[in-house]
């Protein structure tokens, strides 16, 4: 009865003495920078905090959780902090919400909300100085499903950064992840409110990860000449990008097959086939299995269970591939070896793919199979996990252990003196090996300088390197077969061209360049862009479902791109 008062009041003390703070360091930031909002709970160890409520204009960036465990007079006490970093788009006073947290017990614990000031360059809170450097985004939807990939652009403002200098925006929410860690960018130059900036535009998509509303913030720490000092001295400014809303929604439950794959995106296509018709029992044939479609498969699973009857499953190989730049239309390919056990086995069971549409809201299932089978041979029995045993067709190595060899009476030569390094033709090119290694790396830093001061010349070659790889894609039979996805390769390529012909960036240029006097085509050439500009509309908003006239669009793309050269 004693320990149960004990425990009881040892408890009732533990709730009482649990208590969150939040401090905000500093107070006053200039604009474009960030503080530290830091929030601490004593008495327990907590995973998680949430703000109450998400305030437009103000973005919050995951840093960091830390557990601290100490005892003080043979009582151990645990407290965990957690770190943000707090982004406000305008100049002004701002209020950081109240973070909020349940203990185990059910009991709410709640933080005092903090006041943040921002002030511009001048030291007003009011917006209209000229900002060293900024970054503008463009997202998808506002109102996303769980594990929907949607596309990205950011456009990197800074006054003077070099290429060579150049990092990657990152996305600091927490609950989204990159499709592509390093995405492509080209540069140009904009003039905006009065200032020219060197623009780096960077095409990449997300996935979002974990449902909830949350203001999208992409920030970096970038390093630029100081133009208050004579010598042009380098310094470091931290740019970071509005805050955007973005509310992601659960999965439905309703209606949720048992075997989902966890797979979302759009009109997904699913393929599989059986290499053999025939085998022996305990001969592996192998299963082809292909999953394309808008979507990010790289997280994906192979379909279809873990076990078969009568069969032996080994784990499945995977390989993934893209067919646009953001990584948002993707190709994934399984291969997995099975086992026929029994020779009363007749087929290979039909396999489905389960995944979630976002087009019509709802639970898509493709199915491939049956695939007829004929088994001969001795049924196999095998233990769990244990692979069947073949045939050995080699000698024991073990044939001879045991037996003795005799003596020599004579040994011979034990051992042959190794001939000099000199007369050996490999010592003789690891000499050389460092005067070839600094005559590469000086041709190739040359090049780099090149094409940092010729921008036009890197983007030319970058365009080449896309459009092959792209025109490659584009004569695959599986692309083809999807006209969604064969004339998004197409505007892709139009899109470049277009924009290098014109210099232009790429993002935004559509059917309406038709109507732009500057366009270089007239005659055949415009006739062939407007003719695939109206294919691509029809298989994107009418949705034909008559198939891709490949050769003619092939033929169509070559001429224009020759033309625009």
Request: proline content about 8%; aromatic content about 8%; glycine content about 8%.
């Amino acid at each position: 009865m004693r320990g149960l008062i004990f425990i009881l009041f040892f408890l009732g003390a533990a709730t009482y003495g649990a208590g969150l703070t939040a401090t905000l360091k500093p107070g006053v930031i200039k604009q474009g920078n960030s503080a530290e909002l830091t929030v601490r709970c004593e008495g327990y160890e907590l995973a998680t905090v949430d703000p109450e409520r998400t305030p437009a204009g103000m973005g919050f960036s995951f840093r960091g959780r830390a557990v601290r465990r100490t005892t003080v007079g043979g009582v151990d006490t645990v407290s965990v902090t957690f770190t943000y970093l707090v982004t406000p788009a305008k100049a002004g006073r701002h209020v950081v919400p109240a973070f909020t947290a349940t203990l185990p017990n059910g009991d709410l614990l709640r933080s005092e909300p903090l006041a943040l000031t921002v002030v511009d360059r001048d030291g007003g809170t009011v917006i209209g100085q000229k900002r060293t450097g900024f970054i503008k985004m463009q997202i998808g939807p506002s109102k996303i499903f769980l594990g929907e990939a949607f596309p990205v652009t950011m456009e990197l403002y800074v006054e003077r950064l070099l290429p060579s200098d150049l990092p990657v925006p990152q996305l600091t929410t927490p609950g989204f992840r990159f499709t592509r860690k390093r995405p492509e960018f080209f540069h140009t130059q904009r003039l905006e409110n009065g200032t020219r900036y060197n623009v780096f535009v960077f095409n990449t998509g997300a996935v979002a990860t974990k449902v909830g509303k949350r203001n999208i913030v992409f920030e970096t720490d970038v390093t630029v000449r100081d133009s208050d000092d004579f010598f042009g001295k380098r310094k470091q400014i931290h740019v970071a990008s509005d805050p955007v809303a973005m509310e992601v929604v659960p999965l439905p439950a309703e209606g949720r097959p048992a075997n989902f794959s966890g797979a979302v995106g759009a009109n997904l296509q699913f393929k599989a086939k059986a290499s053999l018709a025939a085998v022996k029992t305990g001969d592996p044939l192998n299963l082809s299995i292909e999953i394309s479609g808008r979507a990010s498969l790289d997280q994906a699973a192979v379909p279809g269970p873990d076990e078969w009857e009568g069969f032996k499953l080994y784990p499945a190989t995977s390989n993934t591939k893209y067919l646009d730049t953001r990584h948002l239309h993707a190709f994934k390919s399984f291969e997995r070896i099975i086992v026929p056990l029994r020779p009363d086995i007749t087929e290979v069971p039909k396999i489905e793919f389960v995944y979630f549409d976002t087009g019509t809201k709802k639970y898509v299932t493709r199915t491939a199979g049956p695939f007829p089978l004929r088994v001969t041979g001795p049924a196999i029995q095998i233990g769990a996990g244990d692979p069947p045993t073949l045939p050995n067709t080699q000698a024991d190595p073990n044939l001879n252990a045991g037996k003795m060899e005799s003596l020599r009476r004579a040994p011979g030569v034990l051992a042959l003196a190794p001939a000099p390094l000199l007369t050996r033709p490999w010592f003789l090119a690891a000499q050389a090996a460092p005067l070839l290694a600094w005559l590469f790396l000086m041709g190739w830093r040359r090049r780099q300088i090149y094409l940092e001061n010729h921008p036009d010349v890197a983007r030319r070659i970058r365009v080449k390197k896309l459009t092959r790889e792209t025109l490659r894609a584009l004569r695959n039979a599986e692309t083809q077969a999807d006209p969604e996805a064969f004339h998004a390769g197409v505007q892709l390529i139009l899109r470049e061209h277009l924009g290098m012909a014109m210099d232009r960036p790429a993002e935004g240029i559509g059917r309406e360049i038709l109507e732009d006097e500057a366009l270089p085509l007239s005659g055949e050439n415009r006739a062939a862009l407007e003719r695939l500009h109206e294919r691509n509309q029809l298989a994107r908003f009418a949705h034909a479902q008559e198939p891709v006239n490949a050769p003619l669009a092939l033929k169509d793309l070559d001429r224009v791109t020759a033309a625009l050269r």
